[in-house]
């Protein structure tokens, strides 16, 4: 079977990211068409799987899909595959259940140590003097502006809280996992059954694009026959 021209390609960005960290990678536009699903501000006590069903509404259920979610989107992306068929779900720099998560995040979950976050400094990062900062630092922080706009108290905390809480997706079929051997996030070591990038860190999805470019369009084609 020979790829459809109109299969869909749906992108979950990471915690706080946008689809500013999806420019580089390189699709053949005569098979995908990739469309980012947005982060949605999350209603007061809002359940991980309403929150899956309001992001569903960007989705065109009429025509074959895939989706595609990076990190936390990764586990988006899962929730994603319970309630519909997509033709195939790629996890990147992801985790495909709680035995995957470091020690230090599950521990934090039961101490409820999230709590104690001040996640309402992240609003105020774009306000940092960064002329008086080392290059360094300075080029990090407009980074982070660049690629993590979305950072509300409110998100931030929830997303958090979400992460720390989820097990796995159910009875869903086991993802496409894509992982970096340098993720510092969620360590290789607790990682089973995953196509490897080599030198790739949590934020791969940016700095070794082309390598995962060529590996989505592999896994997808495939996975459309």
């Known amino acids: 079977m020979v790829v459809a021209p109109s299969l869909n390609v749906y992108l979950i960005p990471g915690m706080s990211a946008d689809a500013a960290s999806f420019a580089s990678l390189d699709w053949d536009e005569q098979i995908f068409v990739p469309i980012v699903l947005p982060w949605l501000e999350p209603q007061n006590k809002e359940t991980l799987d309403h929150y899956v069903g309001r992001m569903s509404e960007g989705i065109d259920r009429s025509q074959p899909f895939a989706l595609v979610g990076v990190s936390f989107g990764g586990i988006i992306a899962q929730e994603l595959s319970l309630k519909f068929d997509p033709v195939a779900t790629v996890v990147i720099s992801s985790i495909k259940s709680a035995a995957e ?105 940016i700095t070794h694009a082309r390598k995962i470019s060529k590996l989505l369009a592999t896994i997808l084609v495939k996975s459309s026959e």
């Open 101 to 205: 998560k470091p020690a230090w995040m599950r521990l934090g979950f039961h101490l409820k140590l999230y709590r104690l976050l001040p996640f309402f400094m992240m609003r105020y990062i774009n306000y940092r003097p960064y002329k008086i900062l080392p290059s360094s630092i300075e080029r990090r922080l407009r980074q982070y502006d660049h690629y993590l706009p979305m950072r509300s108290e409110h998100y931030l905390r929830w997303s958090v809280h979400q992460i720390l809480l989820w097990d796995e997706a159910g009875n869903s079929s086991p993802p496409i996992h894509i992982h970096g051997d340098r993720d510092e996030m969620f360590p290789l070591r607790n990682i089973s059954n995953a196509h490897i990038i080599k030198g790739g860190s949590h934020v791969m999805i």
